[in-house]
């Protein structure tokens, strides 16, 4: 039996309710603990604080300097001695800090009564400069007390940019566009509320923070980008080292959404390229169509459909991803057309770029959990990597259920290739001699099979490939994304 690799925060997939999702991605830092010997009229506890992170929502365009506050809590009965309270960037740091008056980036024995607190006053002046600072600037106080050490981060926004931290957007606001005339960064979550739409605009680009999401919950998402000027995902760490880091952010997520369109987009480097979470049944279309897309460079999945969701996907390259490509898990539905499913994942746990299953052991209520795939198509595309196979089944067949797949006019290598009646006309195990599958060059010579080896008798063929060009004007159109 083959088993899939599945997300590693499996609480992505089984939430019910938006709220659940955000305590998820939210950041919390746990330091070392020690011990101290303490004096018996101060308290053995720690403490509490009136904030996590301490955000500076001003967005800086010249020199500038502002202060915010957080409040540091005994909530015990007996004093409390605070052994350390240091910044942890020192002098170096743009932050300073003042406790209850006392100033400095390392301050010592500072004692709260009980039940009672301190002000912390935290202050950051920057210098910005768009080409050096990066998208946000961070970092912590760690306060020591009774030998255990505690955080607060602290975060600035580093550069002239839309910044989106924990935001929602709900009926009060309406639908929302955003603008591409500078950057949006997601701090923490971006969410697109039920019934509320999204619009992003043709070139706007989209850095993530570590964790950050954009979370669509039962709305509707149209990023709408254009050849050459495409919509960008990628993480907020714009150093030449991560240009290629994986898993620098989560990814895009819908549950349960309105039909969704992205259209030429680039989604790079997160952990789940596009994750999608059951569908609304009283919409019979697409929770997602996907066009003219890079999908690439996630350290799990490309595109992860779970429990029902639906998505249509054409000319689309969906490459080197951890473990697939394309993921179906617990059954849903898909239609993709002259697309790239492809492997070459750099991951050591790398599995084949399509792996395809209609069930899911829930091991923590000891119960599998079935779902039908009513429509499982893939036609006129490319199934290749490095692997000896890189498309795998691994269904139950259940007589409440449906299991239909139709794979057409496709490239694929399997070992050994498939017999049953899923398939037709495919070319099993061929070399499709792309230019460069290093560079991401899945370009080919008129040599290869992909060439006039697809079918323009589907009625929903793409009269244009991936870089607009004219799809079979001689002779049969070719596998894949790409038009020789």
């Given at each position: ?131 050096t600072l990066p998208m946000i600037i ?216 399509v792996g395809i299953s209609n069930f ?107 870089l607009g060009n004219t799809r079979g ?12």
């Open positions: 039996m083959i088993h899939f690799v599945i997300i590693a925060n499996k609480n992505l997939i089984f939430m019910k309710r938006p709220i659940l999702l955000l305590l998820i991605i939210l950041i919390s830092v746990a330091g070392a603990m020690s011990s101290c010997k303490k004096t018996n009229f101060l308290s053995k506890g720690n403490l509490s604080f009136s904030v996590d992170t301490l955000v500076f929502d001003t967005v800086f365009t010249t020199i500038g300097s502002t202060t915010q506050q957080f409040k540091i809590y005994n909530n015990e009965k007996k004093t409390v001695k605070i052994e350390e309270i240091e910044l942890m960037g020192g002098e170096n740091s743009p932050f300073s800090m003042n406790i209850d008056g006392d100033m400095g980036t390392m301050l010592t024995d500072i004692e709260i009564e009980g039940e009672d607190s301190l002000f912390a006053f935290i202050e950051v002046t920057l210098n910005v400069n768009s080409q961070e970092d912590s106080i760690r306060l020591r007390t009774n030998g255990v050490d505690q955080y607060v981060k602290l975060a600035v926004w580093g550069q002239d940019a839309y910044f989106h931290y924990k935001d929602i957007i709900k009926p009060a606001s309406g639908d929302t566009t955003w603008a591409n005339d500078k950057p949006h960064v997601i701090y923490g979550y971006a969410a697109v509320d039920s019934a509320m739409t999204l619009n992003i605009q043709a070139g706007t680009h989209i850095y993530l923070h570590k964790n950050a999401i954009l979370y669509n919950y039962k709305g509707s998402l149209n990023i709408d980008g254009d050849l050459n000027n495409e919509v960008t995902f990628q993480g907020d760490r714009l150093e030449a080292a991560y240009d290629d880091v994986t898993g620098q952010y989560y990814g895009i997520y819908f549950q349960e959404a309105r039909p969704s369109v992205i259209d030429y987009a680039i989604i790079k480097n997160g952990t789940s390229g596009v994750h999608l979470y059951s569908r609304d049944q009283s919409i019979p279309g697409y929770t997602l169509t996907v066009t003219n897309t890079i999908i690439e460079n996630n350290a799990r999945y490309g595109v992860f459909i779970y429990s029902g969701a639906k998505v249509k996907a054409e000319n689309c390259v969906i490459t080197k991803n951890g473990n697939h490509a394309l993921l179906v898990l617990e059954g849903g539905d898909f239609f993709f057309n002259h697309c790239n499913l492809l492997g070459y994942g750099d991951s050591e746990a790398a599995t084949p770029a899911f052991n829930d091991v923590l209520n000891n119960v599998t959990n079935i779902g039908s795939i009513n429509e499982g198509k893939i036609y006129n595309s490319v199934i290749y990597g490095n692997q000896t196979s890189e498309i795998v089944f691994d269904t139950i067949p259940d007589a409440a259920i449906t299991l239909s797949f139709d794979i057409r006019n496709c490239l694929i290598k399997r070992t050994p290739a498939a017999t049953n009646n899923y398939y037709t006309n495919i070319f099993w195990n061929n070399n499709p001699f792309f230019n460069d599958e290093t560079t991401n060059d899945y370009l080919f010579p008129v040599s290869s099979v992909l060439n006039g080896g697809a079918s323009s008798l589907f009625p929903t063929t793409p009269n244009t490939d991936i004007a001689i002779g049969p159109p070719d596998i894949g994304a790409y038009e020789n």
